[in-house]
């Protein structure tokens, strides 16, 4: 196989009250003997913070779809537990030496949810449903042919060499999960439910849970010994997996003391301190987990103005909106991506954090802001985004803006993002992106998706040059100027990255935090 080829407390107590005041309540690893003592239990339940906006994995970002949909789909090609490319649905795979052909070999006996067998055919239809409707299909840009000369082979061509290619096709932010050939003229959020991961679907009550079972017809990777990533040798320990929708986070922290709930996703940092000796809960870090942030439209007033955006971004105190959104779980960088991330630079740094309301009063009366309503987006569902909308719109108010917060669910916040019209700032974190790099990162800023609704012809060339640079200082000198372009023009108001707690029952075993909860190779003791 080629192809491994930080303000004053005066000032945060106010915030914290005006927040206060408001009414919206709103791997494992199964190598060794000692991990299989496994036994088969009735359910799992985990308690998950939002409701997905679909389950259609080619057309969302969301980290709520995610979580239940890489149950159900998988991949040709995932990342392992270091983000490297690794096979999944794949066998093997050949790059020609012109670096314009990709040839797949297709694991065989695989079997759909319906019963069946997985060929290159439905690889190749899946593929050309997300050339289609897929949010990040820039992926498939260069891709001039796709074939399936025989059941196990499937081809790809490329119009010129793609150094990042199998990197691209392996990413799971909106992951191009391989469904039946019969699903391919779907629209996007209308997919059957049907793929070849370890769990099928059953059931999605609204605001109540999404029920998957166990495929008893599932064949575990063999080639690998335990969780790998999203892929590796995934064994159900259960008959069934509910994913509860509990969106209130007291709610989500009185299932796991009670044992309602085995896990859940997201445990806040207070309840976190206080449960930290109770012998009945484990609670796990997950550093990094997203860059705390908002879209920027370019196509509504008065962020359509750069002064205006500019104003915004030079208001802005990021160590108190997450000192108060987090409660203290944090960390403060200007970068896109992680440090420790071989992309990682500094690029803009001097426009991040400048908390300078004077300059920003400055460039409102620049541009010549009479008054016109901002409005912000935000959604109750995740309290960090909920918290830190309250927080920027009384920032911005104080340098002269009128401010109008909108708050939804989580599902319809989503739907609203898609409405150029209908918001100047979306709230949002972006997480699965800076982890593996800076390619998936940067595809919401680029045509065809771009958050922005406005296409910036510079952004999209310093994308096709990224993923065309032929060695990596090229590329990551490519990402330097890109990350500064987003700072300059404002696409993106990141704000700081957030630390995440999750937490599980103590008699849940096998369970390893990851950007996603990874429910196979979890087994419950006793």
Same mark, same amino acid.
């Given at each position: 196989?080629? +192809? !491994?080829? =930080?303000? *004053? $407390? ?14 919206? %309540? ?109 949010? +990040? !299909?820039? =992926?498939? *840009? $260069? ?14 061509? %490329? ?109 806040? +940092? ?20 997203w860059l705390h942030g908002a879209w920027v439209n370019f196509a509504r007033p008065p962020t359509n103005d750069l002064r205006v955006r500019r104003a915004i971004q030079s208001a802005l ?34 426009l991040y954090n400048a908390k300078d309301p004077k300059k920003a009063a400055a460039l409102l009366k620049e541009a010549g802001y009479n008054g016109e309503e901002l409005v912000i987006i ?72 771009k958050n922005q609704f406005v296409a910036d012809p510079t952004l999209d060339g310093l994308f096709a040059e990224l993923v065309t640079g032929t060695t990596f200082e090229a590329r990551k ?50």
């Open positions: 196989m080629t +192809a !491994r080829n =930080t303000t *004053a $407390p005066c000032r945060r107590n106010l915030v914290r009250s005006v927040i206060a005041g408001l009414s919206i %309540v709103v791997f494992g690893i199964l190598s060794s003997p000692a991990a299989l003592a496994q036994k088969h239990s009735a359910m799992l339940a985990i308690g998950q913070e939002a409701t997905p906006p679909t389950l259609d994995p080619h057309f969302s970002t969301s980290v709520a779809t995610r979580n239940v949909a890489m149950h159900i789909f998988e991949q040709l090609v995932t990342r392992d537990e270091n983000n490297q490319v690794i096979p999944e649905l794949a066998d093997s795979w050949q790059i020609s030496p012109d670096q314009l052909t990709y040839t797949f070999k297709i694991r065989t006996g695989l079997k759909f949810h319906n019963g069946k067998e997985l060929t290159s055919a439905d690889i190749k239809a899946s593929f050309e449903r997300y050339q289609r409707i897929g949010l +990040a !299909r820039v =992926t498939l *840009a $260069p891709v001039v042919a796709m074939t399936a000369p025989d059941g196990a082979t499937f081809v790809i061509k %490329v119009s010129k060499p793609q150094p990042v290619f199998l990197e691209e096709l392996s990413a799971f932010v909106v992951p191009i999960a391989i469904i039946p050939a019969e699903q391919a003229d779907k629209e996007g959020g209308k997919l059957d439910l049907i793929g070849t991961g370890p769990m099928q679907f059953v059931e999605w009550v609204p605001d109540s849970h999404v029920r998957l079972k166990r495929f008893d017809g599932y064949k575990p990777d063999t080639r690998y010994k335990g969780s790998e990533g999203f892929g590796g040798r995934k064994q159900v320990w259960f008959d069934t997996v509910d994913f509860k929708i509990v969106k209130e986070p007291s709610a989500r922290v009185a299932g796991l003391e009670s044992g309602q709930l085995q896990i859940i996703e997201d445990l806040p +940092a207070e309840s976190a301190k206080r449960l930290a000796g109770n012998k009945n809960i484990v609670i796990y870090d997950l550093k990094n987990f105190d990021m160590e108190e909106i997450m000192e108060i959104a987090t409660d203290g779980a944090y960390t403060l960088q200007p970068g896109l991506q992680y440090p420790g991330n071989p992309y990682y630079v500094t690029n803009g740094a001097a935000t959604n109750s569902s995740y309290q960090s985004m909920y918290k830190a909308a309250q927080v920027v719109a009384e920032q911005l108010k104080a340098i002269g803006l009128k401010v109008r917060v909108d708050v939804f669910d989580w599902g319809t916040a989503m739907k609203h993002r898609r409405e150029k019209d209908a918001w100047n700032l979306w709230f949002t974190g972006q997480g699965t992106g800076p982890s593996i790099g800076p390619f998936t990162a940067l595809k919401d800023v680029v045509s065809p998706q000198a490519t990402f330097a100027k890109f990350q500064e372009r987003v700072y300059d023009q404002v696409l993106f108001l990141k704000f700081g990255d957030l630390i995440r707690k999750q937490a599980a029952r103590s008699n849940v075993k096998g369970f390893v935090p990851y950007r996603i909860p990874r429910l196979w190779n979890v087994w419950v003791e006793g």
